[in-house]
């Protein structure tokens, strides 16, 4: 690739990033207004019509007979999506918080999520990193930054996972193709999705009520987090390509 082309493909994607980071924010100003809006009286009486619906849907919803077979169906969504990227686990997260009891849907968040790591990782560690690790090959200064000390980085790692913006498969199949240790890859990995998983499973739990607090502020605090997120991922990729001139 040219230095032309590949300067106008840095300048496509700082862009698009910026585009994507200011939407994201300015998203979650708007959702902040609708909550402020949503005290209002005429608009709590509006919506006192529609809340006995959704209250209705949630009970018909939670009152699912064959617990066993939902639960195996979400492990079993989670295993598929480890080799086909179907849904984001955002999304995943969502829905499983709408069909079960939070402490529930936390746990089960979890185990789906721990299997998904885990098959990913070892298909990296068996057939290597793929895509992802043949740029970072490629590329001294985004490799430098994935390591530490000659080793793989689980600060990194961690910031990964923090940030959801990061593709979840390729990073698994990187780390577990690089010889990261796995016990520690699973704790590293779980600690920074946390945040993110609990705040998704809550927001799926509280989607029959969408104008109170515990669905706006949770996905109001999401979306303004990613937002920021992909600005400094954003700063941090045009430095690495400034330091590579």
């Not at 006995?52 to 617990?67: A, F, K, Q, Y």
């Not at 920074?192 to 502020?217: A, C, E, Q, W």
């Amino acid at each position: 690739m040219s230095a032309s082309s590949a300067q106008k493909k840095n300048q496509a994607r700082k862009r698009l990033l910026n585009f994507l980071g200011g939407l994201l924010l300015t998203l979650a100003v708007v959702l902040v207004v609708i909550w402020i809006c949503s005290r209002d009286p005429e608009i709590m009486g509006w919506y006192a019509k529609y809340q006995t619906s959704l209250t209705n849907m949630e009970t018909r919803i939670m009152s699912i007979d064959n617990v066993v077979m939902l639960i195996s169906a979400i492990l079993l969504f989670y295993l598929i999506k480890s080799v086909v990227p179907i849904i984001p686990i955002s999304a995943l997260c969502f829905l499983v918080g709408a069909v079960m009891p939070l402490y529930a849907a936390v746990s089960i968040n979890i185990l789906g999520l721990t299997i998904m790591l885990t098959v990913k990782f070892f298909w990296g560690r068996k057939l290597g990193g793929g895509s992802v690790h043949s740029v970072l090959q490629k590329n001294e200064s985004i490799l430098r930054f994935f390591e530490h000390d000659g080793n793989a980085n689980p600060w990194i790692l961690f910031v990964t996972r923090l940030v959801p913006i990061f593709p979840v498969n390729s990073v698994s199949q990187l780390y577990g193709a690089i010889g990261f240790d796995y016990p520690s890859f699973l704790i590293v990995s779980l600690g920074g999705f946390m945040p993110n998983l609990v705040s998704y499973t809550i927001v799926g739990r509280h989607m029959y009520d969408p104008l109170s607090s515990k669905f706006l502020i949770p996905l109001i605090i999401i979306i303004a987090i990613t937002g920021v997120s992909i600005l400094a991922v954003n700063v941090i990729l045009t430095r690495l390509g400034e330091g590579k001139k």
